[in-house]
C-alpha cells in the first residue's frame, strides 16, 4: 500500500491514453477536413481513455497479468499503428473557411476568461493532491474494484452478497450490494493509474478527474469553432461550463462515473451534430464510440447511448417529415396500447422487459413502478436556490423562449437539441414517475444526473452565437447531406 | 439613417452602470423595508442600545486564556470526550427579541478550532444553545440570530465553545456585540452567509449551498434578481434612446455570473486553505491519520499489520447499523485488499462458507462473545460460531473462524 510511487509511470499514465486517443481521431476526422486542434484533443482524451480499458479488458481476458508497462507498451502500439496509417494514406488538405480578423477585446477578455479557467482548476488539482480519496461512492463502489484488481494483478470477478455467501474464494462483494453489477470503466481508470503510480492510496490516480473536464472544455470550444461560433462566445461557452460549481466539486471530490457520463453525452452530441452537418463517416464512428463509452461508464449511461444511437438513426434514414410524423404516431399508439394491457417480452441482450400493473421491468435493472410524485420543489430548488449550477437555469428560461421562437417563427428547428431534450426528459421521467423520487427529493442523486445533459446543453446553446455566414453554410451543407 | 453601433468599451461601461444602479435599488429596497416596514411593525417597542462585550470582559469557564488588545487569546484547553474544549461566557440576562443581530470577531487559522456560539435561556436552564461561527479575519461579521429557532425569550449567559483537535491551535476571541434589528446588520448577515467557510461535507458531492445556512438567502437567488433587474434598466435605457444594447445586456449576464463565480472560489480557496493546514508536507499515511476516520484507519491499518496475515483473508464484518453506514464501509475499504462481507448485524447464516474472520465493529448488542464456549453467539445464544477471539479494542474485535466451526456451526 505504501509502495514508493513511480512519477514516470503517473506521467505515462496521464499522457499516453490521450496521445494514442489523438492520433485515432486525428486520423479518423482529418480526412474530412472537418476538424481543429481543439476537438481532436477533446475527443482524443476521452477516446484514448476508452481505448485504454478495452485495452486492460483484452489483456485479462487472454490471461496475462495486469503489468503497467506491457500494458503501456500495447498502447503504444496501437498509437504507432494510427500514425503509420496517417503516413501511408495521408487525407485530404484540411479546408479552412477563411476567418473574419478576431477583435483586440474579444482576446482581451477571452484571455480574462482563460485566467478564470485556469484559477479554478490550479486550486481545483491542489486540492485534489493534498486529500485523500474522499467522496462516498468513491470508496464504497468505484475505487474497491480497482484495488482488488490492482492487488491481484488481474480483473477477479465481483459478485452479489448471496453469491458471496455460496461462491468462490476469488470473488468479491461490495459494501453496496447493488455496486457489484456496475459497469467496470470507471474502475479500470482508477486502475490505470494505480498500476502507473505504483500504489492504490496515491490522489495522482484521481488526476484524470480534473483533466477530464478540462479535455471536454477543448471539445466543446472546438467543436463550437468548427461550427462557426466566433472565439469569444465559444470561450464564454466554457467558461460557463468549467465554471459550475457542480462539476467543479465532480472533479475535485474525485472517483465518481458522472462526470465521464456528462463528458461522453456531450461529446457524442457534438460529432453527431458535425455528421449532421457534413456526414463525414469519420464523425459517424466518433459518436458511436462516445455512445459505446457512455455505456460502459454507468447504468444510466447505457440509456444516453441508446439516445445517441436513436438520433444518429434517425439522422442516417432521414425520413420526409410527413412520414416520420406518422412513425411517431404509430409509436405512440402502440406505446399506449402497450402500456394498458401490458406485455412481456425477452430481449437480447438486455434480457425481460415487461409491463403489468404499473410496473416497469428492465432486464438487469430492475423493476420500476410507475407513479406520479412530486419532486417539482427539488427541481426548482436544485435549479433556482442552490449555488450547483450558477445562473445557469435562470438563462436558459430565455433561451428556451428564444429557441421557440427561432423554431417556430424564423423556421429553424434546432434538431441538435433533440438528444439533449430526451436526455432532459429522462432525467424528469426517472425522478417523477419512480421510485427515484426519493433521491430526487433528499437531493442524493438529482444533480448527478442532471449533470448528463448540462454540458451538451451548453454546447446547443452556443451554437445559437454563429456567425450568420456560418450558419447559412451549414444550412448549404446539411441540405446537400440530406439529399444524399 | 443607421445609428453607429456601441463599442465595446461602452457596452461593458454600459453594464457596469446598470449593475451598479441595480445593485443600488436593491439594497435600498433592503434597507426600506428593514427600516420602515418591519419598524412599523416593531413601532412602540423600547428601542435598546447595542450591548457590546469585548473578549477580555468575558468568564473563561473551561480553558485559560490571556486578554491581548481587548480580545480574549485561548492559550489553553481542558480535555473532553468533544476533543479539547474552552469555554468563554459573559453572565448577565437580557431579553433575545431585544438583540436579533449578532456581531462578532475571531481570528483562528485555516483548519484551526471550531467556534460555536454558546447561550443558555432562562426557560431551559440546563441546555446550552449553539450555533457554528466562522473565521473573520480579524474584522467582524454579522449573524442574523432571530433566524435561529433557539433564540427566543430570556437570556441568562452568552459567550464562545471552542473545540479543537490540538491543544497547540490558537484561537482570538474579539468581541460579542448584541445590536436591534437594522437594514445593515441584515445586510452584513447576508454577506457573512454567502462568504463564510462552509467546508467539504460528505453531502457535497450531491448538493451546494452556497450559504453557511440551508435557510439563507441564497446568492443564486440575489445574482439573478440583480442581474435581472440590470437588464431591465439596460432595456428602459434602450428604449428610451432607441439603440439597441444587446451586447450590454450579456456583459451584464456575464459579470453577474463571474461574481456568483468568485464567491464559490472564494469559498474553494478557504477550503484548500484549510485542507493544506490539514495534509499539506504530509505523507499518505500521515494525511490518512490526519483526516477525520483517523480513528478507523489506525485501528485497521493495526489489525493488518499486527493481526491478520499478510495474504487476503475472507472477513464478515459486524456492525450495529442498518444501510450505508460511514464506519462499517470506510473499514471494509481500508482493509482492502481483504475480502469483506459486509451486511447486518449478526453473521449470515448458520454457515459461513470459507470465512477467515469475523470482525464486530463497536458494540453490537446482538452478538456475544462467550469466551468459555470459545464461540460468537446470537438470536438469544440459538446460533452460534465457534472462534477464537484474535484482537480486542475500542474499535471493534476481530475473531478467526475455527475451522471446525465453519464446517459445522449451527444450532447450539
Known amino acids: 500500500m505504501m509502495a514508493s510511487l513511480s512519477i514516470p509511470g503517473l506521467l505515462v499514465a496521464l499522457t499516453l491514453p490521450w496521445c494514442l486517443g489523438c492520433i485515432w481521431v486525428y486520423w479518423l476526422l482529418r480526412r474530412t477536413g472537418q476538424y481543429n486542434a481543439f476537438v481532436v484533443l477533446g475527443q482524443g482524451y476521452f477516446l484514448g481513455v476508452f481505448c485504454t480499458t478495452l485495452v486492460i479488458r483484452v489483456w485479462d481476458l487472454l490471461g496475462f497479468a495486469l503489468n503497467f508497462w506491457q500494458l503501456a507498451l500495447v498502447l503504444l502500439v496501437i498509437s504507432g499503428c494510427g500514425l503509420a496509417l496517417q503516413r501511408w494514406r495521408p487525407g485530404p488538405i484540411l479546408r479552412r473557411r477563411p476567418e473574419q480578423p478576431t477583435p483586440s477585446w474579444h482576446l482581451l477578455v477571452g484571455t480574462l476568461l482563460l485566467a478564470l479557467i ?50 468462490s474464494e476469488d470473488t468479491y462483494t461490495l459494501g453496496n450490494s447493488q455496486a457489484s453489477r456496475y459497469p467496470i470503466t470507471v474502475p479500470l481508470i482508477q486502475l490505470w493509474g494505480m498500476l502507473g503510480v505504483g500504489s492504490w492510496d496515491h490522489s495522482g490516480v484521481y488526476l484524470p478527474w480534473v483533466i477530464a473536464p478540462l479535455a471536454l472544455g477543448l471539445g466543446l470550444y472546438g467543436h463550437l469553432r468548427l461550427a462557426g461560433v466566433a472565439l469569444l462566445p465559444a470561450l464564454v461557452a466554457c467558461y460557463l461550463l468549467l465554471s459550475l460549481p457542480y462539476l467543479n466539486v465532480h472533479a475535485v471530490l474525485a472517483g465518481y462515473a458522472d462526470i465521464w457520463v456528462a463528458a461522453a453525452f456531450c461529446l457524442a452530441v457534438c460529432a453527431l451534430y458535425q455528421w449532421q452537418i457534413a456526414r463525414d463517416w469519420g464523425y459517424a464512428v466518433l459518436w458511436c464510440l462516445m455512445a459505446a463509452l457512455c455505456s460502459q461508464l454507468k447504468n444510466p449511461g447505457v440509456v444516453l447511448a441508446l439516445i445517441v444511437l436513436f ?95 427561432r423554431c417556430v417563427v424564423q423556421r429553424k428547428p434546432a434538431t441538435e437539441l433533440l438528444p439533449v431534450m430526451a436526455a432532459m426528459a429522462f432525467v424528469v421521467v426517472v425522478f417523477v414517475f419512480t421510485g427515484y423520487h426519493i433521491a430526487a427529493s433528499n437531493f442524493v442523486t438529482l444533480n448527478r444526473v442532471l449533470l448528463y445533459p448540462v454540458p451538451a446543453l451548453i454546447f446547443c446553446i452556443g451554437l445559437w452565437f454563429r456567425r450568420r455566414e456560418a450558419a447559412a453554410a451549414e444550412l448549404q451543407l446539411s441540405f446537400a447531406g440530406s439529399s444524399l | 439613417m443607421d445609428r453607429p453601433k456601441h463599442s465595446p468599451l461602452s457596452l461593458l461601461a454600459q453594464a457596469i452602470v446598470a449593475l451598479a444602479v441595480s445593485a443600488l435599488i436593491l439594497v435600498l429596497a433592503l434597507l426600506g423595508y428593514v427600516q420602515y416596514v418591519e419598524g412599523a411593525r416593531a413601532a412602540g417597542a423600547t428601542r435598546v442600545e447595542p450591548l457590546d462585550i469585548p473578549g477580555e470582559s468575558l468568564q473563561l469557564v473551561y480553558g485559560t486564556g490571556r486578554a491581548v488588545n481587548g480580545a480574549l487569546e485561548i492559550t489553553g484547553y481542558q480535555a473532553s470526550d468533544e476533543g479539547q474544549i474552552a469555554i468563554a461566557v459573559r453572565r448577565g440576562a437580557f431579553s433575545a427579541e431585544d438583540f436579533p443581530l449578532l456581531r462578532f470577531g475571531l481570528d483562528t487559522d485555516p483548519g484551526g478550532p471550531q467556534v460555536d456560539l454558546l447561550w443558555r435561556l432562562a426557560s431551559e436552564p440546563g441546555m446550552v444553545k449553539s450555533m457554528p461561527l466562522s473565521d473573520t479575519d480579524a474584522g467582524s461579521a454579522w449573524v442574523d440570530l432571530a433566524r435561529n429557532p433557539d ?61 453557511v445556512n440551508a435557510d439563507s438567502l441564497s446568492p443564486v437567488v440575489a445574482a439573478a434578481a440583480w442581474s435581472a433587474l440590470a437588464v431591465v434598466l439596460l432595456g428602459v435605457a434602450a428604449l428610451r434612446s432607441g439603440r439597441a444594447n444587446g451586447g450590454a445586456v450579456l456583459a451584464v449576464l456575464l459579470l453577474a455570473w463571474i461574481a456568483l463565480d468568485m464567491l464559490w472560489q472564494h469559498e474553494l480557496g478557504a477550503q484548500l486553505a484549510s485542507t493544506r493546514q490539514q495534509f499539506a508536507g504530509k505523507t499518505q499515511e500521515e494525511k490518512h491519520l490526519a483526516d477525520i476516520d483517523s480513528a478507523m484507519y489506525r485501528y485497521i491499518q493495526h489489525l493488518k499489520r499486527e493481526v491478520l496475515p499478510a495474504q487476503v483473508s475472507r472477513i464478515v464484518i459486524l456492525h450495529n447499523s442498518k444501510g450505508h453506514n460511514f464506519d462499517r464501509l470506510k473499514a471494509q475499504y481500508y482493509l482492502l485488499p481483504n475480502n469483506s462481507f459486509n451486511f447486518g448485524r449478526v453473521p449470515p447464516g448458520e454457515r459461513l462458507h470459507d470465512v477467515d474472520y469475523v470482525l464486530v465493529l463497536g458494540d453490537v448488542p446482538e452478538v456475544e462473545f462467550k469466551p468459555d464456549a470459545g464461540s460468537l453467539q446470537w438470536k438469544h445464544g440459538r446460533r452460534s460460531l465457534s472462534v477464537q477471539r484474535v484482537d480486542s479494542a475500542p474499535m471493534g474485535s476481530l475473531y478467526r473462524v475455527l475451522p471446525v466451526a465453519a464446517e459445522a456451526s449451527g444450532k447450539t
Open chain 1, 311 to 405: 438520433f444518429g438513426l434517425r439522422l442516417w434514414v432521414n425520413l420526409k417529415p410527413v412520414l416520420e410524423i406518422a412513425l411517431w404516431v404509430v409509436v405512440a399508439a402502440l406505446a399506449m396500447w402497450a402500456l394498458v394491457s401490458g406485455f412481456d417480452l425477452q430481449i437480447p441482450l438486455l434480457g425481460h422487459l415487461a409491463f403489468d400493473n404499473g410496473i416497469f421491468e428492465i432486464g438487469r435493472f430492475g423493476k420500476f413502478e410507475l407513479a406520479y410524485h412530486a419532486v417539482g420543489a427539488a427541481f426548482v430548488e436544485t435549479f433556482f436556490v442552490m449555488i450547483n449550477w450558477h445562473l445557469l437555469w435562470y438563462l436558459l428560461l430565455p433561451c428556451a423562449c428564444f429557441g421557440v421562437y
Open chain 1, 118 to 167: 485556469a484559477w479554478r482548476h490550479i486550486t481545483l488539482v491542489q486540492e485534489l493532491l493534498l486529500r485523500p480519496l474522499y467522496a462516498w461512492d468513491a470508496w464504497m463502489n468505484w475505487a474497491p474494484k480497482a484495488i482488488v484488481w490492482f492487488y491481484h494483478g488481474s480483473l477477479v470477478d465481483f459478485v452479489n452478497p448471496e453469491a458471496w455467501l455460496s461462491g
Open chain 2, 151 to 211: 433564540w427566543h425569550g430570556r437570556v441568562l449567559e452568552i459567550g464562545f465553545y471552542v473545540t479543537a483537535d490540538d491543544a497547540g491551535e490558537s484561537v482570538s476571541l474579539a468581541h460579542l456585540t448584541l445590536e436591534p434589528r437594522s437594514g445593515w446588520g441584515v445586510l452584513g448577515s447576508h454577506w457573512h452567509d454567502w462568504t463564510a467557510y462552509r467546508g467539504w461535507s460528505v453531502r457535497s458531492i450531491n448538493f451546494l449551498y452556497g450559504a
